[in-house]
């Protein structure tokens, strides 16, 4: 069994020794590397293809570990992986229309509300909304600007993780 993976390495010395040494390790091979170092993300590090062999126990062991030590893999076999945001929203949320907000966040590319808690109070603007959101490898950021943009349009004091 074979998996082509995309990992996201640092731009920094030993970063791709790093990575390859687990699949070593754990008993997969290393069929295929492709590291273009003048290939940035949009988060500033280096996208780096690999393909690897081995039974499909060795290959999510393989998958596990590199997970585990940090590795970040952005794609399995072209399916580009999915990055979960945690959000709270503080404010009159059911006022401002909770529907809207979800809405307003599915409607972007590669993103979706996987879930949502909502405290409500006895003064309206002190309720507060906990929502969990997937989104494709490296929309973070836009999502998270997408989140400020909406809090402060309804005026909800926003936290996002960091």
């Given amino acids: ?15 791709l020794l790093d990575a390859l040494n687990p699949i070593g390790r754990l008993g997969a091979n290393i069929v295929a590397v492709i590291h273009q170092r003048d290939v940035k993300t949009e988060r ?10 081995g039974d499909e126990e060795t290959l999510n062991k393989v998958l596990k570990k590199l997970e585990s030590e ?20 503080i404010g009159n949320i059911i006022d401002q229309d909770v529907k809207d907000t979800v809405n307003t966040l599915n409607q ?11 405290k409500m109070s006895d003064y309206p603007e002190h309720s507060a909304s906990k929502i969990i ?10 999502v998270t600007s997408k989140i400020k943009e909406i809090g402060s349009n309804k005026g909800f004091l926003v936290i996002n993780e960091v």
Avoid: N
Avoid at 44 to 53: A, C, K, L, R
Avoid at 79 to 89: F, H, V
Avoid at 108 to 118: F, H, I, K, M, S
């Fill in 1 to 15: 069994m074979r998996l082509k993976l995309v990992l996201e390495l640092l731009d920094v010395p030993g970063q």
């Fill in 44 to 53: 500033g590090t280096i996208p780096v293809q690999i393909t690897i062999e």
């Fill in 70 to 89: 940090g590795i970040q893999i952005i794609r399995v076999d072209g399916i580009l992986r999915k990055e979960k945001i945690t959000t709270i929203l």
């Fill in 108 to 118: 972007l590319e590669g993103v979706r509300v996987a879930d949502l808690d909502l």
């Fill in 133 to 142: 959101i997937e989104a494709d490898y490296g929309r973070k950021k836009m």
